[in-house]
């Protein structure tokens, strides 16, 4: 469990304020990926990474930058936080050969406000 | 918009009894399927994948699948109380590569009673 660790786990900000999500592996997992889940919505896909400075948007982007500057950390930025990413950001990585199989971080509780 | 279907439940089963999920998806030329096991306030778990038709067992988990009726399902014997999660069904269309062509469905709440 301690291949990927996310940071902070809980955090409460106010609307338009800045915040920044770090998820950190030590796996050398090429892929990694941010998700949100709220209920009645499921997982949904973020942002991913397919290696260093390679990332691109996933179903729900929009408000949500990344950056991957090592390989063991994929960052997940809220320009200006709004109530609606209030959410559980879940973190996941995965291997080369995989095309389904992901191991996910505990998870970080934003609450906007 | 591709979907993954499931029943949010409770479902509620026995223990010792067998607790069947199903899920069922929208893209035809979906290629792989996976069953995450997610306890309250804890992330996803992969317990099950499956790649082609037919049954796969691991343990007391089987997992089925039928691409003819786009229908994936998940089989727990002899059911636990720790086997009381939320069971997420996803499922990927694209054949290689990275995960981002990944659904999930929403998830089915498995009870087992004591």
């Known amino acids: 469990d301690a291949g990927i660790t996310q940071s902070p786990r809980h955090k409460v900000t106010e609307t338009g304020t800045p915040v920044t999500l770090r998820c950190h592996q030590t796996e050398n997992h090429r892929y990694m990926y941010w998700y949100r889940q709220d209920p009645g919505h499921g997982l949904r896909l973020i942002h991913y990474s397919y290696g260093v400075k390679d990332t691109d948007k996933g179903e729900v982007s929009d408000g949500y930058s990344v950056s991957r500057s090592k390989t063991e950390d994929f960052l997940l930025t809220l320009e200006s936080a709004t109530s609606s990413q209030t959410s559980v950001y879940f973190c996941a990585i995965s291997d080369t050969s995989n095309t389904g199989e992901l191991f996910f971080g505990e998870g970080s509780r934003l609450t906007v406000l | 918009q591709k979907e993954v279907e499931q029943n949010s439940g409770p479902l509620s089963v026995p223990e010792g009894a067998i607790a069947s999920l199903n899920c069922t998806y929208s893209?035809?030329?979906?290629?792989?399927f996976f069953w995450y096991r997610q306890y309250s306030g804890k992330s996803p778990e992969l317990i099950m994948s499956i790649y082609s038709n037919g049954d796969k067992e691991d343990g007391r988990f089987t997992a089925q699948l039928n691409k003819a009726s786009q229908y994936v399902s998940l089989l727990i014997r002899d059911s636990q109380p720790s086997d009381s999660a939320t069971y997420l069904c996803?499922?990927?269309?694209?054949?290689?590569?990275?995960?981002?062509?990944?659904?999930f469905g929403k998830g089915t709440h498995l009870i087992i009673q004591p």
């Open positions: 893209d035809r030329g979906s290629q792989s």
């Open positions: 996803a499922v990927n269309s694209y054949s290689g590569g990275g995960a981002d062509g990944l659904t």
